[in-house]
């Protein structure tokens, strides 16, 4: 069962609606602090850069035997065809980037000594796209959609001002009109922007920041308690949040049910671009529909599979599928 299912990511198509961006580690050694202020001197040995946001939940997809089509608006800048190169080098279609002048290509710079991250360095715009490049982006998921099959689209939320309640609901609307299933992984500003989608899968910080009301979160039957009251009244199909070290819990909206998964002991190595990957696990088995249970079980391996690696790093297939096996998810 588990091949035919991993097989068949090979047919769908993914849009990727969210914001972009190029993660940058500069690594070297430390070896002395510097005569004009009290801080380390970084010695630069190498640089490395990959596609992060958005742009890695398409590289997860990808990773997977999906195709996956990213839908952004990046600066037109210094590091535009940084972007773009980067696109190309992974085998990424750059059919619907956008360049705009208002915009600035979203960096965040790592510099990294003997294993540690001294300091993280972030260059980038959060202002709303205007009305004009919102249109032309609706334009081209809008074309996509009526020219192309696609299955599911992804909103990737970062908050860097891509995403607005005007432009998401018509994005909605449209997948509701063409019965196209939706996921998001929010971020605060929009949190309640996303009625009627078919999962919504915020991190416990997320949804700390995105609930107005007082919960304890250390409880879970309370916590499961305050996810279905927010499903219900956003009117989503699935609520699936990922809780760090306590695994994930899912709440199915349909069957009034709540599911929990405890975390896998694991080496840490980095937590970076966890959540990339439980949506796109999760939303390719969505299409394939899964039972949620197991979706979040195994959308919960995944990601703490990709944590045992320094940096963004997509899942890799055959790891996935091995680790479901083990493990006896499937």
Request: glycine fraction near 4%; hydrophobic fraction near 40%.
């Amino acid at each position: 069962m588990i091949e035919k299912i991993f097989e068949n990511f090979k047919k769908y198509t993914i849009l990727v609606i969210g914001d972009v961006m190029i993660d940058a580690y500069w690594t070297g050694s430390v070896n002395r602090i510097s005569p004009e202020s009290p801080v380390p001197v970084l010695e630069i040995k190498s640089r490395d850069y990959r596609l992060g946001g958005a742009a890695n939940v398409a590289l997860n997809l990808q990773s997977l035997g999906a195709t996956p089509i990213l839908c952004s608006i990046i600066g037109k800048d210094n590091h535009e065809n940084l972007f773009f190169d980067l696109l190309k080098k992974n085998n990424l279609t750059s059919d619907a980037i956008f360049s705009s002048p208002q915009r600035t290509t979203t960096m965040k710079y790592r510099m990294i000594a003997n294993h540690s991250q001294l300091l993280r360095v972030d260059e980038e715009n959060r202002q709303e796209i205007g009305i004009e490049e919102q249109q032309q982006l609706f334009n081209k998921i809008e074309k996509l959609i009526t020219t192309r099959s696609v299955d599911a689209i992804i909103f990737e939320d970062y908050d860097k001002g891509l995403l607005n309640k005007e432009l998401i609901a018509k994005i909605i609307d449209l997948a509701k009109k063409n019965k196209i299933i939706v996921t998001v992984d929010p971020k605060r500003k929009n949190f309640h922007h996303y009625q009627g989608v078919t999962l919504f899968k915020p991190n416990l910080k997320e949804l700390k920041e995105g609930f107005n009301q007082e919960t304890d979160f250390s409880n879970l039957q309370a916590l499961q308690e305050a996810i279905k009251e927010f499903a219900e009244k956003m009117n989503f199909d699935f609520l699936l949040t990922t809780l760090s070290e306590k695994g994930v819990t899912v709440y199915d909206r349909k069957e009034d049910k709540s599911y929990h998964h405890n975390a896998y002991l694991r080496q840490i190595a980095d937590v970076s671009g966890a959540g990339d990957t439980v949506i796109a696990v999760s939303t390719l088995l969505l299409i394939e529909q899964i039972p949620i249970s197991q979706i979040a079980a195994i959308a919960n391996l995944a990601g703490g599979i990709v944590c045992e690696y320094a940096g963004v790093v997509p899942i890799k297939k055959e790891e996935l599928k091995q680790q479901i096996l083990k493990n006896k998810l499937i």
